[in-house]
């Protein structure tokens, strides 16, 4: 199955294995929130990033904050990541700010018998849909007429954005972690807020939003989400759709989501395409700023 201003912060998607609450979730920028919170966390090493300060872990459900997910979380010191192997049971301070959050100690409880080999890397975690009914699209492609529904419960296609250049990301309403959802959208909104303020702006242009958490996230549920955003309909649109096409839209561009027993897990993407139709950058993860995105946006609507 599958299932976005920086007011927004408080409430949630990495690189490789983001994964989101799905969990009923207040609306978004209601109480305030503490300017940092830690949390003892339980779970085992699923893999170790290159970078040296990225574990991937399967974590226990946190407390009143998110459920069991496999995601990836950074450490303030790379020097608690030494020894550490997948297969490893760690337990963890995670330190949540609303901006970021991080990993403050780590201590293992108990050594894997079984490392995981480069092999074993490459397998889908259990539950995960890997199967592609449609090609992958790649920079260079034309963008797919997929059929929508917005925040306003119309209906939107995406053809009907031709001629504007539009920035499409992929997110859901009720993910908690600072450094991943809520970054996508808090990426848009400032995108959005300079878009709306630079002299030398597209025309036309236009940032989507697509939850692929439909059982969920109702327009009226992304219509609430959207005004926490202060966003303007005419420029930002918060989408959803029938699942059929939500999969079908993110399998083409390696969007994806799976399950592992009682956790979660998702990938990251965000998709600039020209006026012409014709998918321009797509950035993986949630490295990218909003000024790389306004980079991609101001060059795409130079495409010809």
Known sequence: MRKLSTALLPLCCAALFPACNRHPASTPATAPQPSSQMFVVKGVIKELEPDGKTAIIRHEAISNYMPAMTMPFEVNDTH???????????????????????????????SSSSPKT??????????????????????????PDYHL????????????????????????????????????????????????????????????????????????RLLSYALATHYDPRHWSFLTGQARQLEELSDQFGQQFWREGDSIGHNLRTVVVDPRGRIR?????????????????????QSQ
């Not at 990541?81 to 108990?110: C, K, M």
């Not at 490459?122 to 963008?143: M, N």
Request: glycine share 6%.
């Open 80 to 110: 608690l990541l030494r020894g550490l192997q997948p297969g490893d049971e760690v337990q963890f301070h995670l330190v949540v700010t609303p901006a970021a959050g991080w990993i403050d100690s780590l201590y293992r409880l108990n």
């Open 281 to 301: 950058k797509i950035l993986p993860g949630n490295k990218w700023t909003a000024a790389d995105l306004l980079r991609e946006i101001l060059q795409a609507s």
């Open 149 to 220: 529904t917005n925040e306003l419960g119309q209906p939107v296609s995406l053809g009907q954005f031709k001629g504007r250049v539009l920035a499409l990301t992929f997110f859901f309403t009720s993910c908690p972690y600072p450094d991943f959802c809520p970054r996508m959208t808090a990426n848009f909104a400032q995108a959005a807020q300079a878009l709306e303020t630079m002299t030398n702006a597209p025309a036309q242009w236009q940032l989507l939003s697509i939850s692929f958490d439909p059982a969920n996230d109702s327009p009226s």
């Open 118 to 143: 480069a092999e074993d890397k490459k397998t889908a975690p259990p539950g995960f849909h890997a199967i592609r009914a449609l090609p992958p699209l790649e920079e260079g492609d034309l963008l």
